[in-house]
């Protein structure tokens, strides 16, 4: 079955950079759009990046554009989320998801498979 696993959370102080990585298995990972989803207690989950099947395409939410990036590495089956200048309001649990089309979506209902997230926590 689909696996994601989520790594490189951790609490980091504002200003600071922490790069995100998901490891995928289980699925034809080239074939496989990918984004990054966060959720804070008590929030729904937002969106937070996608990135198309073969890395041509990107989507931002505004909040982290030019903050962060979403990247992938088809022949290591890895997606990543590299954060900059983080701020305490980017405290969440960061979870990556997939979905069996090219082009990624910014609605978490259009992925089907989820990782079981990694917090960050960015101190002031």
């Known amino acids: 079955q689909v696996q994601l696993v989520e790594s490189g959370g951790g609490l980091v102080q504002a200003g600071g950079s922490l790069r995100l990585s998901c490891v995928a298995s289980?699925?034809?990972?080239?074939?496989?759009?990918m984004g990054w989803f966060r959720q804070t207690p008590g929030k729904e989950r937002e969106f937070v990046a996608t990135?198309?099947?073969?890395?041509?395409?990107?989507v931002y939410r505004d909040s982290v554009k030019g903050r962060f990036t979403i990247s992938r590495d088809n022949a290591k089956n890895t997606v990543y989320l590299q954060m900059n200048s983080l701020k305490p309001e980017d405290t969440a649990v960061y979870y990556c998801?997939?979905?069996?089309?090219?082009?990624?979506?910014?609605?978490?209902?259009?992925?089907?498979?989820w990782g079981q997230g990694t917090q960050v926590t960015v101190s002031t």
């Open positions: 998801a997939s979905r069996d089309y090219g082009m990624g979506s910014m609605h978490s209902y259009a992925y089907p498979y």
């Open positions: 289980g699925l034809t990972f080239s074939s496989y759009a």
């Open positions: 990135i198309s099947w073969g890395g041509a395409e990107t």
